[in-house]
């Protein structure tokens, strides 16, 4: 597994990509410490970090949009068919040892503010860093799993956005939504038609697709029926348990839950998974 963590390295440095990352990655990071704390005066680089929990959004597709999709594309995924597991987590580490020397940087931003004269709170400072690198983490497990589907790199980027978008979104987008029960039936259903279609065009096979729809309808207003209470708020709380960025608050304020701690690494371990699933299954196919 060594020589797959190093051939990415050193493709992520010859192809370019790594030095972009690490550059706009500080550079936004060193802009937001510079006006947040520097030129104002202020010590809060946890609350700095907290403002730019979008830069994943932005610079994690284009780190991972080539993880998996450029293998398919150059046809050189043999060796990701034949070890899959191996392969994978080399590449996911490989991604994590960038993306840790970003943060090793940045680990100095709290010491460098403080020497100016600011008093920082380095537990609240490092409290936040922590969950920054579990959220950056997080993200790109997500980001690897999204290459994994496709074999453009462009997609890969495009798709990644939009669903790292829409995770950070999704809290603000369920607050919107009317909260009584009826409504959040109607909108469960709606969602499920969704699914439904989505698996039609997986499977390619009405009859499955049919069953599941009439399913899942009938589990939706059965429960309604029985206790409509359950479906009260319930796509608010939903969104809080798919939304990444809904558990980085407690780090910002110097608290390491370890609720929160063991979301993050699930997420990552979720979808490197996942994306060995994929491998594995088009290896069989």
């Known amino acids: 597994m060594f020589a797959i963590i190093k051939k990415e390295l050193k493709q992520y440095f010859y192809s370019m990509v790594g030095f972009v990352f690490l550059a706009f990655f500080l550079a936004i990071v060193g802009l937001y410490t510079w006006a947040g704390n520097l030129s104002q005066g202020i010590g809060n680089f946890e609350m700095t970090l907290g403002n730019m929990t979008f830069i994943f959004v932005i610079l994690i597709p284009i780190l991972t949009m080539r993880i998996v999709a450029e293998e398919k594309k150059q046809k050189t995924d043999q060796l990701l068919y034949t070890s899959p597991i191996k392969v994978i987590r080399g590449k996911y580490i490989a991604v994590m040892i ?93 969602a499920w038609i969704v699914v439904c279609v989505i698996a039609y065009n997986m499977m390619k096979n009405i009859t499955v697709t049919a069953i599941l729809a009439v399913i899942g309808e009938v589990v939706v207003w059965g429960i309604y029926i029985a206790k409509s209470a359950v479906y009260e708020n319930l796509l608010s709380k939903v969104a809080d348990a798919f939304a990444i960025t809904s558990r980085y608050s407690d780090f910002e304020l110097g608290i390491l839950k370890y609720d929160a701690i063991v979301y993050y690494i699930s997420v990552s371990f979720l979808f490197v998974f996942l994306t060995v699933q994929i491998i594995k299954k088009k290896r069989f196919n």
């Open 98 to 190: 960038l993306f840790t020397i970003a943060i090793l940087v940045i680990a100095l931003y709290p010491l460098l503010i403080h020497m100016y004269g600011q008093d920082v709170r380095l537990s609240l400072a490092y409290s936040s860093l922590i969950g920054f690198y579990l959220l950056g983490a997080a993200n790109i497990a997500v980001g690897l799993f999204i290459s994994s589907l496709t074999e453009s790199q462009v997609i890969a980027a495009v798709v990644s956005f939009i669903v790292l978008l829409l995770s950070n979104m999704l809290t603000s987008i369920a607050s919107m939504l009317p909260t009584d029960a009826l409504s959040q039936a109607l909108i469960l259903t709606v």
